[in-house]
């Protein structure tokens, strides 16, 4: 049997329903409906930012993207828990927590175009860039934090990654060094239940977040589709590291709905029957049901929200398609800071390629 404080950390079912869960409950005590429709808005207007990227790469606008679809509670409820000064370290799916750091949504599709080097200004919003490389960003997150704990700056940082990522050898490092010279880090492990084709139970024997014991850390499992829990576990996790008391581990269940990424069938892989059982737990619907409860929801809020969504929506459509090519040689600028003749023969032979001389004068 698993000690109380194994279970899940719950504070709204899937009904719409409060849990009688004092602890945690403290943790949100300031969020009163105006905040609870704040947190609906943002999930609302980041899923439908997710569903119109979709639609991008089905359309050829887009070479690839990420859906994020059924993890909003997961990122707007740890982004909502952040300080300005915190600093986000993601992978590639965390649309919804850029969203919410303030990235424009414009800029949330330029990467996946290839028609840029980035998405978003990384210091202008203390978020990453998407990052490819699987569990890459948990050692990232631990220097920085680090760095940031010797110069005495009372942050955090936090690292988004999924339940695959937390089999590589990269994420062993960062967490054990961060539970050693107290990095003041938070591990955000978004078990979505799926690593591509790989089920979570080929990842781990035990709950993701029991491993974070071992490591010396604290490590809680959390309601992904509840947006209040998530935002109360991370708030104890960010407030823990800004004060000095080292790194936590959070790992957040929830549901990938849609396909890994856009190149991705996963029919072929999991049952219908196991998406319909986690679609009665949308994080989405289960919000609204709390907000319907508890007498806060009215037709003119739905239509606001329908509204902003769809005007965001088609600011990010605009953007996508205008969006200039980028000249040819620009591939070959980001390479190294300063010239490198291997990459200055390269960019003259390629022009020269384009030119329509492949083979030059030297052919
Ligand atoms: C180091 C590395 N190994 C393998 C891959 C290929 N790969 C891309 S996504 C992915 C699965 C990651 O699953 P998970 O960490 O659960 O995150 P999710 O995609 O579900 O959000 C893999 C194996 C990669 N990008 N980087």
């Known amino acids: 049997m698993p000690g109380k404080s194994e279970y899940p950390v719950q504070l709204v079912q899937p009904d719409g329903r409060r849990v009688l869960d004092r602890e945690h409950a403290a943790l ?35 070479g690839l993207w990420a859906p994020m679809l059924g993890q909003e509670a997961a990122q707007v409820g740890s982004a909502h828990a952040l300080h300005p000064d915190d600093y986000v370290f993601c992978s590639y799916r965390e649309t919804a927590v850029a969203y919410c750091r303030g990235v424009p949504p414009t800029d949330l599709t330029r990467l996946w175009r290839g028609a840029a080097h980035h998405c978003w200004d990384p210091h202008a919003v203390n978020m990453t860039n998407p990052n490819i490389v699987v569990g ?4 990232h997150a631990t220097g920085y934090a680090f760095a940031a704990h010797m110069d005495g700056a009372e942050i955090a940082t936090i690292a988004y990654f999924g339940d695959g ?23 955000f492990c978004q078990n979505n239940q799926w690593a591509i084709s790989a089920p979570v139970r080929v990842q ?22 509840d947006v209040l829990a998530v935002l109360a576990v991370t708030r104890q996790a960010i407030a823990r590291a800004r004060a000095g008391g080292g790194p936590s581990f959070i790992e957040a269940l929830t549901y990938r709905m849609g396909p890994h990424t856009t190149a991705d069938d996963p ?30 929801w009215d037709d003119a809020f739905d239509r606001q929200v329908a509204e902003r969504s769809d005007a965001v929506a088609a600011a ?12 040819p040689s620009e591939l070959f600028d980001h390479v190294y800071t300063t010239p490198h003749p291997l990459i200055t023969e390269q960019r003259r032979a390629y022009a020269e390629y384009l030119a329509g001389d492949p083979g030059g004068s030297r052919a």
């Open 28 to 62: 949100v005590a300031d969020i009163g409906p105006e905040q609870v429709r704040a947190l609906y808005e943002d999930m609302v207007v980041a899923r439908r930012i997710d569903l119109e990227a979709t639609a991008l790469q089905r359309q050829g606008q887009l």
């Open 136 to 139: 890459s960003q948990g050692l």
């Open 165 to 187: 990522a937390s089999s590589q050898g990269d994420l062993a490092e960062a967490l054990g060094f961060a539970a050693t010279w107290s990095a003041p880090v938070v591990f």
């Open 204 to 225: 781990s024997a035990t709950p993701i977040a029991r491993r974070a014991h071992g490591y010396g850390m604290p490590g809680r499992q959390v309601d992904g589709n």
């Open 267 to 296: 029919t072929r892989y999991r049952s219908a029957a196991e998406t319909e059982q986690w679609a009665r737990r949308d994080p989405i619907d289960r919000i609204r049901r709390l907000l319907e409860r508890e007498g806060h």
């Open 316 to 327: 990010v459509r605009r953007a996508t398609i205008d969006m200039p090519d980028p000249a």
